[in-house]
């Protein structure tokens, strides 16, 4: 699964800043998650996107969170004005298609600090 | 809502003993279940599935997992653990009927020791 790739691998941001953290998913993928660990605490699912395209974003904070897969290009999440909660590691897992939520793969993750 | 409860959230084991890691779903309806392992410094991996069937699951490296549907629960076990299974181990859990995100617990930390 090393086929998920995410960058940076660290980010640091100071509060107020805007935070970008990129997933190119493995080949032939068109469906991406992202999900998120804060410390002590599991992986929270935050949405489901498939290019162009959101179909589940039941997990994201209403503010400040957006996600997008563009046709062509990574995923990307963005976390404007970043606040220290939002410090974390944010992982990105792909899938081939629709139904096939056996099969999906992470990436390394990426971890934000907040300062 | 969906949630999954892992009650052991450190466990520490010799060599050779016999691991088993607690999973229940709080979902009543149709679901798919997984147990994902991330070992140190590495992406987080299937570990096993339930989708149907026979609902004893074998996985990779001698693990296998029971779904008992009357108690909502699929834990993990192993007969023997080695040194090398020292990892986090994480439940989760997919409504067949909605979309197809799973639904994590909060993970169990597993430290053997040789």
């Known amino acids: 699964n090393a086929g998920v790739m995410q960058n940076p691998r660290h980010l640091v941001r100071r509060r107020g800043q805007e935070a970008r953290l990129r997933c190119s998913p493995m080949?032939?993928?068109?469906?991406v998650y992202w999900y998120r660990q804060l410390p002590e605490e599991g992986l929270k699912f935050m949405v489901y996107l498939q290019k162009e395209n959101i179909i589940d974003e039941s997990g994201m904070p209403k503010e400040r969170f957006s996600a997008e897969f563009p046709k062509e290009g990574p995923s990307i999440l963005r976390i404007q004005q970043v606040v220290r909660g939002d410090s974390a590691a944010y992982f990105c897992?792909?899938?081939?298609?629709?139904?096939?939520?056996?099969?999906?793969?992470f990436g390394p993750g990426t971890r934000l600090t907040v300062t | 809502a969906q949630s999954v409860s892992q009650h052991n959230h450190h466990v520490i084991l010799s060599e050779a003993a016999s691991l088993e890691l607690g999973c229940n779903y709080s979902?009543?309806?149709?679901?798919?279940l997984f147990w994902y392992v991330q070992y140190p410094g590495q992406h987080l991996q299937l570990l096993l599935k339930y989708f149907s069937g026979d609902p004893l699951v074998k996985g990779i490296k001698g693990f296998e997992a029971e779904f008992i549907k009357s108690k909502f629960s699929f834990n993990l076990r192993k007969p023997s653990v080695q040194w090398s299974d020292t990892a986090e181990y994480f439940c989760a859990v997919n409504d067949v009927r909605g979309t197809d995100k799973l639904i994590f617990g909060t993970g169990t930390r597993l430290q053997v020791f040789p």
């Open positions: 897992a792909s899938s081939p298609g629709t139904g096939r939520r056996d099969q999906l793969y």
């Open positions: 080949k032939g993928h068109s469906h």
């Open positions: 979902y009543g309806g149709t679901v798919n």
